[in-house]
């Protein structure tokens, strides 16, 4: 059984930082194009960052960049997001997706999503 799941989210204050973690299982990531999305009350899923298995080349929203940053341990098949200076718009559930190797990634390319990690800000 191939699966995903997130760790490490929580309740932080306005300009903290946090490490998202996703553990896969079943098969190594390099074959995906591992992201993350999140999704707040009320709102469409909406993606955050990617990164190729290689690690040669990462990708962010915009309204992330310069203060998160996605990584991975291909060798433990884990695959995190770094987040820094947090906001209270980052509030959101958190989710980890393997997606098919073609940019861009988009919803409809993720083959597989973890169960969610919710992280809430605080002003």
């Known amino acids: 059984q191939v699966q995903l799941v997130e760790s490490g989210g929580g309740l932080v204050q306005a300009g903290g930082s946090l490490r998202l973690s996703c553990a896969a299982s079943?098969?190594?990531?390099?074959?995906?194009?591992m992201a993350w999305f999140r999704q707040a009350p009320g709102k469409e899923r909406e993606y955050v960052a990617g990164?190729?298995?290689?690690?040669?080349?990462?990708n962010y929203a915009d309204s992330v960049k310069g203060r998160f940053t996605i990584s991975a341990d291909n060798a433990k098949n884990t695959v995190y997001l770094q987040m820094n200076s947090l906001k209270p718009e980052d509030t959101a559930n958190y989710y980890c997706a393997a997606s098919d190797k073609i940019w861009p990634v988009t919803p409809g390319r993720v083959k597989l999503w973890g169960q969610g990690t919710q992280v809430t800000v605080s002003s």
């Open positions: 990164r190729t298995g290689s690690g040669t080349l990462t």
């Open positions: 079943g098969r190594t990531f390099s074959n995906y194009v």
